[in-house]
């Protein structure tokens, strides 16, 4: 009995140390969790209390089903969570070689990362290029698709703005590769810990608290502005501030909201910043039991009537499997319920340059996959 219970002792340090060293492999020896903020710093933001950032309206998780059901869901559930076949991918790299001829532009290049070409400025959002929204290169969410444009074909940036510190939307891989062309980040306030950690130079990183703006060439002014979510790499609760972005030119606005729920603080950007030409907001990748910190896309048409935004451009959808709905229902159901709301839906194909004041027909392209298992069109 002893020797097996020695036995089997060896065989668990032996599967744990191989499983911390395939960790520490494709965590990048844990570098892709990121760094640690001085909370010093931190106290600067009115939402940082007593260690963590919080939001001024309270957040929960609404377990309706049960724990049980609701794991048993996740396992188990039937729902065509991931397309069967390849989505459609437009390369835009001719139409981004010429300005926009109304001064505004748009790229969505899948999930969160957009593209924005905004009165003489080009910004991207959230960007996030590799084949995993993970800290690990071999387990995780993976893509359904391949970025529809290579990261060293982008065009030059004058800024790049993170909402928050999760794996969708900050990627390490993507940070490093963008910080070599000098590109400044704009991040919620100790966001810059992690890109410090992955050699991102102080000269790069500007760190923002609600309400506070940079001014970019020409005079854009770049706002983060409130949202209602949380952030963490690992197990530090809400070690950062998450944001949505605000983008002011002399001509055009625009709206990104990065991940949130609800908020009245849509009705507050409105009165400083609207009307908005284009409002981006997150549809997918949410559950109605997440309905405090993902808006889905009810709601998402909601968010844009209270942004007084005519247009709506869906995020963050259509890239991962990160929760338990068919892949293609937020985007039917705000497809569905846009007319009645008097919202009009811009759904451009991944890659798809738009110039939303044009309010360019975008029909719905998901409507040529099939929705169940069956042959690819």
Excluded at 49 to 62: A, C, I, Q, R, W
Excluded at 65 to 80: P, R, S, Y
Excluded at 211 to 222: I, M
Excluded at 264 to 290: C, N, R, V, Y
């Amino acid at each position: 009995m002893r020797r097996f219970v020695r036995r089997s002792g060896l065989v668990l340090s032996s599967l744990a140390a191989v499983l911390f060293l395939a960790t520490c492999a494709s965590t990048s020896a844990f570098e892709a969790f990121g760094g640690t903020p001085d909370p010093t710093a931190l106290a600067r933001s009115p939402a940082y209390h007593d260690g963590s950032f919080v939001n001024e309206e309270p957040t929960g998780l609404k377990v309706r089903k049960g724990v049980g059901k609701a794991i048993g869901h996740f396992l188990l559930g039937d729902e065509m969570r991931e397309p069967i076949c390849p989505l459609p991918l437009v390369d835009p790299s001719p139409t981004l070689a010429t300005p926009p001829h109304s001064g505004f532009r748009v790229t969505w290049l899948g999930h969160s990362t957009t593209l924005i070409e905004l009165d003489g400025v080009t910004v991207l959002t959230d960007p996030q290029w590799s084949e995993r929204a993970s800290p690990s290169s071999i387990a995780g969410p993976k893509r359904f698709h391949p970025p529809p444009l290579a990261l060293e074909k982008l065009p030059k940036l004058d800024a790049v703005v993170i909402s928050h510190d999760h794996y969708d939307h900050l990627d390490m891989a993507t940070v490093k590769a963008l910080a070599a062309t000098g590109v400044t980040f704009h991040v919620g306030l100790g966001v810059g810990a992690h890109l410090r950690r992955w050699g991102v130079k102080e000269s790069q990183i500007a760190e923002h608290i609600w309400w506070e703006a940079a001014t970019l060439p020409g005079g854009v002014q770049l706002v983060s502005t409130p949202s209602r979510h949380f952030s963490g790499r690992l197990a530090a609760r809400d070690p950062t501030l998450w944001t949505s972005w605000t983008i002011v030119g002399p001509k055009h606005r625009v709206f990104f909201s990065g991940d949130t729920g609800m908020t009245h603080f849509f009705t507050d950007i409105a009165q400083k910043f609207g009307p908005f030409d284009l409002a981006m907001i997150e549809i997918g990748q949410w559950d109605p039991s997440w309905s405090d910190i993902h808006l889905g896309p009810r709601n998402a048409l909601k968010a844009t009537q209270m942004l007084s935004s005519p247009r709506l451009l869906p995020i963050h959808w259509g890239t991962f499997n990160l929760a338990l709905h068919p892949w293609s229902q937020p985007v039917e159901e705000a497809y569905v319920d846009a007319v009645a709301d008097h919202v009009k839906l811009l759904t451009p194909k991944l890659g798809e340059p738009i110039e939303p004041t044009d309010d360019p027909p975008t029909p719905p392209w998901w409507h040529d996959l099939p929705p169940m298992a069956s042959k690819c069109p």
